[in-house]
């Protein structure tokens, strides 16, 4: 289906493609994987024939139909169906002939065509794509110019799903969709009958769906088969094999190195000495991977607050007097939770959101905050309102203006920008670098709660994953809004759900979550279905790789950590509170050993004993509590290490 042979391509002079080469076979749905930066985007360009290569070539087959997500958004008076009808052009240009042809041998020939091509069943089609997308029956028959930017990306990818290309090509395509939609467009992709290459970041996307992956490293392709945890794996397994092969032949050469040195001076071995140089000389150098260089930041560790820090009672928010989008919310939120909002988009997630993040003002009830809490707020709206013309260190200062420059350079070198960088124009920066400079700026004050609204749009696989580590690294409370699923897995340990026009903690884990919405989807009542469904990522039957390989040791291990998480917590807060009392109590013994306590009337000795004595049974009560929390976590741990 698709051939690249021998691609070289530059970017301003930039190297992007060397002699690269890969095939795509008919049918096949391929991931194409890469750092940001690295020429994802560029090489679709390349294979729709955008643009040129500097050399080589890429072949499709002349009669095979090319589709992609249109880059602009479609907008307008068009109805949304109407939009995603007229994306089959063949059977749009059909039917306007149709309309005006008198010919009746034309006519008969156009609706011949028309029965050929499936025309009758399109207008389900469409209705059924869109519907996975989050369209209902009514939205479908509004016109596009009703919705925001990101509900009209959704409306072009349903054009491209609808057109039914030989070859799809998909560039993020889940960046504006929220875990139902995305659910169902990775079950979708999952059953297409031809052939897509697919760029994303989504690892779960990238799992249910592809059936090769193809990396783009140090200016190559690499083919791989399977889905994108394989490839991790093999690649993984290919550098441990290749160091060992390494370090092994480093020991070889050393070895015979020895010889030729001891050797080359003696007659009776110089024949041999020689022999072995030869053999040096043809001994091929086995390279190490060249691995790329790990991408790491962290978040500044806030001081302790006392819980609760954020409590709401009755509250409700809104944008329009008298009419809330989310009411009757009664929550509280202490600085060890880490909380994922669940719900469709446009149910009011980003308002909950702003609201905690004091952006919006109770309409009703009241939201009560710790006096001294800081807060991180994030959302990619925020990129929008950078100074361009502006440095991040510059950025930075006009934030940080009574601090001297080296800690405000400090500040920014947690989030991997270098002197050079840091005085770079902002817009100059890739999308993930102005993701990481909003973090820098939102952290400036150490805040004790990150508040983070669709943080990985613009990250690459290593920046998500240096995220998770960060989050899981910092002490503060997290609220996370994310279509990521796996950054969901991999941080959070409450699910809240909005939806009905108010939050509730969701009773269930994602997995619940999902099979939920997917018996949804399919019109299937919760009740007449077993308690235990495979999730889409496992019923994504990749034949290649057995149900065992599919689970990642990092998967399993965060799992654990989740499962955990609230038992260590336990233990934390019983530890702290022995040594509170300890603190305690060694301070009234201190004041009970002074004798000038004894001088008085003894009616200060007298609470200091009584105090002494309270304390003391708190203290026991405490110590159960610490080595009842100790063996809890001990049993958890090991019946973790067991299975």
């Given at each position: 289906?698709?051939?690249?042979?021998?691609?070289?391509?530059?970017?301003?002079?930039?190297?992007?493609?060397?002699?690269?080469?890969?095939?795509i076979?008919?049918?096949?749905?391929?991931?194409?994987?890469?750092?940001?930066?690295?020429?994802?985007?560029?090489?679709?360009?390349?294979?729709?024939?955008?643009?040129?290569?500097?050399?080589?070539?890429?072949?499709?087959?002349?009669?095979?139909?090319?589709?992609?997500?249109?880059?602009?958004?479609?907008?307008?008076?068009?109805?949304?169906?109407d939009?995603v009808?007229?994306?089959?052009?063949?059977?749009?240009?059909?039917?306007?002939?149709?309309?005006?042809?008198?010919?009746a041998?034309?006519?008969?020939?156009?609706?011949?065509?028309?029965?050929?091509?499936?025309?009758?069943?399109?207008?389900?089609?469409?209705?059924?794509?869109?519907?996975?997308?989050?369209?209902?029956?009514?939205?479908?028959?509004?016109p596009?110019?009703?919705?925001?930017?990101?509900?009209?990306?959704?409306?072009?990818?349903?054009?491209?799903?609808?057109?039914?290309?030989?070859?799809?090509?998909?560039?993020?395509?889940?960046?504006?969709?929220?875990?139902?939609?995305?659910?169902?467009?990775?079950?979708?992709?999952?059953?297409?009958?031809?052939?897509?290459?697919?760029?994303?970041?989504?690892?779960?996307?990238?799992?249910?769906?592809?059936?090769?992956?193809?990396?783009?490293?140090?200016?190559?392709?690499v083919?791989?088969?399977?889905?994108?945890?394989?490839?991790?794996?093999?690649?993984?397994?290919?550098?441990?094999?290749?160091?060992?092969?390494?370090?092994?032949?480093?020991?070889?050469?050393?070895?015979?190195?020895?010889?030729?040195?001891?050797?080359?001076?003696?007659?009776?071995?110089?024949?041999?000495?020689?022999?072995?140089?030869?053999?040096?000389?043809k001994?091929?150098?086995?390279?190490?991977?060249?691995?790329?260089?790990?991408?790491?930041?962290?978040?500044?560790?806030?001081?302790?607050?006392?819980?609760?820090?954020?409590?709401?009672?009755?509250?409700?928010?809104?944008?329009?007097?008298?009419?809330?989008?989310?009411?009757?919310?009664?929550?509280?939120?202490?600085?060890?939770?880490?909380?994922?909002?669940?719900?469709?988009?446009?149910?009011?997630?980003s308002?909950?959101?702003?609201?905690?993040?004091?952006?919006?003002?109770?309409?009703?009830?009241?939201?009560?905050?710790?006096?001294?809490?800081?807060?991180?707020?994030?959302?990619?709206?925020?990129?929008?309102?950078?100074?361009?013309?502006?440095?991040?260190?510059?950025?930075?200062?006009?934030?940080?203006?009574?601090?001297?420059?080296?800690?405000?350079?400090?500040?920014?070198?947690?989030?991997?920008?270098?002197?050079?960088?840091a005085?770079?124009?902002?817009?100059?920066?890739?999308?993930?670098?102005?993701?990481?400079?909003?973090?820098?700026?939102?952290?400036?004050?150490?805040?004790?709660?990150?508040?983070?609204?669709?943080?990985?749009?613009?990250?690459?696989?290593?920046?998500?994953?240096?995220l998770?580590?960060?989050l899981?690294?910092?002490?503060?409370?997290?609220?996370l809004?994310?279509?990521?699923?796996?950054?969901?897995?991999?941080?959070?340990?409450?699910?809240?759900?909005?939806?009905?026009?108010?939050?509730?903690v969701?009773?269930?884990?994602?997995?619940?979550?999902?099979?939920?919405?997917?018996?949804?989807?399919?019109g299937?009542?919760?009740?007449?279905?077993?308690?235990?469904?495979?999730?889409?990522?496992?019923?994504?039957?990749?034949?290649?790789?057995?149900?065992?390989?599919?689970?990642?040791?990092?998967?399993?291990?965060?799992?654990?950590?989740?499962?955990?998480?609230?038992?260590?917590?336990a233990?934390?807060?019983?530890?702290?509170s022995?040594?509170?009392?300890?603190?305690?109590?060694?301070?009234?013994?201190?004041?009970?050993?002074?004798p000038?306590?004894?001088?008085g009337?003894?009616?200060?000795?007298?609470?200091?004993?009584?105090?002494?004595?309270?304390?003391?049974?708190?203290?026991?009560?405490?110590?159960?509590?610490?080595?009842?929390?100790?063996e809890?976590?001990?049993?958890?741990?090991?019946?973790?290490?067991?299975?």
């Amino acid at each position: 289906m698709l051939h690249i042979n021998d691609l070289t391509y530059r970017v301003a002079g930039r190297l992007l493609f060397e002699r690269a080469t890969a095939a795509i076979p008919a049918g096949h749905r391929v991931g194409l994987v890469g750092r940001n930066g690295t020429g994802k985007s560029t090489l679709l360009r390349l294979i729709r024939g955008d643009i040129a290569p500097d050399g080589g070539s890429i072949s499709v087959p002349q009669s095979a139909r090319v589709g992609e997500v249109a880059q602009e958004a479609p907008g307008g008076p068009t109805l949304v169906i109407d939009e995603v009808l007229a994306a089959d052009r063949e059977r749009a240009a059909l039917l306007e002939e149709a309309e005006h042809t008198s010919d009746a041998h034309r006519i008969a020939e156009i609706h011949e065509r028309l029965i050929d091509i499936g025309a009758h069943a399109a207008p389900s089609k469409a209705a059924t794509i869109l519907n996975g997308l989050g369209f209902d029956h009514d939205a479908q028959n509004r016109p596009l110019e009703e919705f925001s930017g990101g509900w009209r990306m959704r409306v072009g990818l349903a054009c491209a799903l609808f057109a039914e290309p030989d070859l799809l090509l998909l560039d993020e395509p889940s960046n504006h969709l929220d875990i139902e939609a995305k659910l169902w467009l990775a079950d979708y992709l999952r059953t297409y009958p031809r052939t897509i290459v697919l760029v994303s970041h989504d690892r779960e996307l990238l799992n249910a769906v592809c059936t090769g992956i193809v990396h783009i490293d140090n200016l190559k392709l690499v083919s791989y088969a399977g889905n994108y945890d394989r490839f991790e794996r093999t690649r993984r397994e290919q550098a441990e094999r290749l160091a060992v092969m390494a370090s092994r032949q480093m020991a070889e050469r050393k070895r015979i190195q020895a010889f030729v040195d001891r050797f080359k001076a003696k007659a009776s071995k110089a024949r041999q000495a020689q022999s072995r140089v030869k053999l040096l000389e043809k001994m091929e150098p086995i390279v190490p991977m060249n691995e790329e260089s790990a991408i790491e930041f962290s978040f500044p560790q806030p001081q302790e607050l006392a819980p609760p820090i954020i409590t709401m009672e009755r509250a409700a928010v809104g944008y329009v007097a008298d009419t809330p989008v989310l009411s009757k919310l009664d929550l509280r939120i202490d600085m060890e939770d880490r909380i994922a909002l669940l719900g469709q988009n446009g149910n009011g997630k980003s308002t909950f959101i702003r609201l905690l993040a004091d952006r919006l003002k109770p309409m009703a009830g009241s939201v009560r905050r710790s006096g001294k809490l800081r807060v991180g707020y994030f959302s990619q709206q925020q990129e929008e309102e950078l100074d361009f013309e502006a440095t991040p260190f510059e950025l930075m200062r006009r934030l940080m203006p009574l601090e001297p420059p080296v800690k405000v350079r400090a500040q920014l070198g947690r989030f991997m920008f270098s002197a050079d960088k840091a005085d770079r124009k902002v817009k100059s920066l890739s999308g993930g670098e102005k993701t990481r400079l909003l973090f820098a700026l939102m952290t400036k004050d150490a805040p004790h709660i990150l508040m983070l609204d669709e943080p990985t749009n613009h990250l690459d696989m290593d920046s998500r994953s240096a995220l998770v580590e960060a989050l899981n690294e910092y002490d503060g409370a997290v609220i996370l809004v994310s279509h990521d699923s796996s950054l969901v897995r991999l941080v959070a340990d409450q699910l809240w759900l909005v939806a009905e026009g108010t939050c509730k903690v969701y009773d269930g884990d994602l997995d619940d979550y999902e099979r939920g919405l997917l018996r949804e989807r399919r019109g299937e009542r919760v009740e007449d279905k077993p308690a235990k469904v495979a999730p889409v990522a496992a019923v994504a039957a990749v034949e290649d790789t057995s149900a065992a390989a599919r689970k990642d040791r990092k998967r399993l291990d965060a799992e654990t950590r989740q499962r955990l998480a609230p038992l260590r917590r336990a233990l934390e807060r019983a530890e702290k509170s022995v040594a509170a009392i300890e603190a305690k109590r060694t301070e009234v013994t201190t004041k009970l050993a002074d004798p000038t306590l004894y001088e008085g009337s003894g009616e200060e000795v007298r609470r200091l004993q009584i105090e002494m004595g309270h304390l003391q049974r708190d203290l026991t009560t405490a110590e159960e509590a610490w080595v009842a929390a100790q063996e809890a976590l001990d049993a958890a741990q090991a019946e973790a290490d067991a299975a």
